[in-house]
């Protein structure tokens, strides 16, 4: 049976807190406008301008978080789906959801880590949609989506290969300053079943799209050593004193 450790992810209370936020905030111009036209505010000018420009901050502010909510709950989703997709896994693995990982200057939080008696593998996941296309060299990719009205957007993110390039040398560098000395590999999941890849990626580059792919791959995952359960619980340990979950 997986032994899962679970640390804090950041970003559900932040969307939770961004969620209440709207709603005071998609509420208030409402209340506003009521107030404005029931003490006849209008007949002030200086009054009435001011409840307009609070009633213009106001919704201004709400389409502002209205994008910043959808970026974060968007990830929140994918990492969701990835728990979901890791728990039909069988066997004795240790499961790290949300591990912040710190080595000296280098600092971040992997969305999984595996460990497991083929290796050490992080999974980095991402919930974009759309097309998403790129190289591995690129500093940035891009995400195209189209719409049914026609409509086209492209959007730069970051190379999510380059991002784990830097998590596993922290991993790495945790490790063996604790001298124990493993293979670490890397998967790049692409959770939103309407994403669509065009990346031109080296042959030790990961990726997978949908749950079925991503589960075929951590089945058959073989980084050419084995480990054994102390040396797994060893391992795990050290990643648990690091992190402090």
Not at 37 to 50: D, L, R
Not at 52 to 69: E, G, P, S, T, V
Not at 114 to 125: N, Q
Not at 151 to 157: A, I, N, R
Request: with cysteine; proline share 2%; glycine share 6%.
């Amino acid at each position: 049976m997986n032994k899962i450790i679970r640390g804090r992810n950041a970003n559900t209370k932040k969307v939770k807190t961004l969620f209440i936020a709207q709603v005071v905030l998609g509420v208030m111009p409402v209340l506003l406008l009521i107030l404005f036209v029931w003490k006849k505010m209008y007949q002030t000018p200086i009054v009435g301008t001011v409840f307009i420009i609070l009633i213009f901050l106001c919704n201004l502010a709400y389409a502002f978080l209205a994008r910043w909510y959808a970026v974060l709950h968007s990830g929140v989703k994918g990492e969701r789906r990835l728990f979901r997709t890791v728990k039909k896994l069988h066997g004795t693995n240790i499961v790290f959801h949300n591990l912040p990982v710190r080595y000296k200057r280098g600092r971040s939080e992997l969305d999984m880590l595996i460990v497991c008696h083929s290796g050490v593998l992080i999974i980095e996941v991402k919930n974009h949609s759309g097309t998403i296309s790129g190289s591995w060299k690129d500093d940035k990719w891009t995400q195209r989506k189209h719409y049914r009205d026609g409509k086209v957007t492209e959007t730069m993110m970051d190379n999510p290969i380059k991002q784990m390039r830097r998590q596993r040398d922290i991993v790495k560098s945790i490790l063996t300053a604790a001298e124990e000395n493993v293979w670490i590999d890397s998967v790049l999941y692409f959770s939103s079943p309407n994403a669509k890849l065009k990346l031109s990626l080296r042959e030790n580059d990961y990726v997978c799209c949908e749950s079925a792919e991503l589960l075929d791959f951590l089945r058959s995952y073989d980084s050419g050593e084995t480990l054994s359960k102390t040396r797994m619980e060893r391992i795990a340990q050290i990643l648990r004193d690091s992190s402090g979950v």
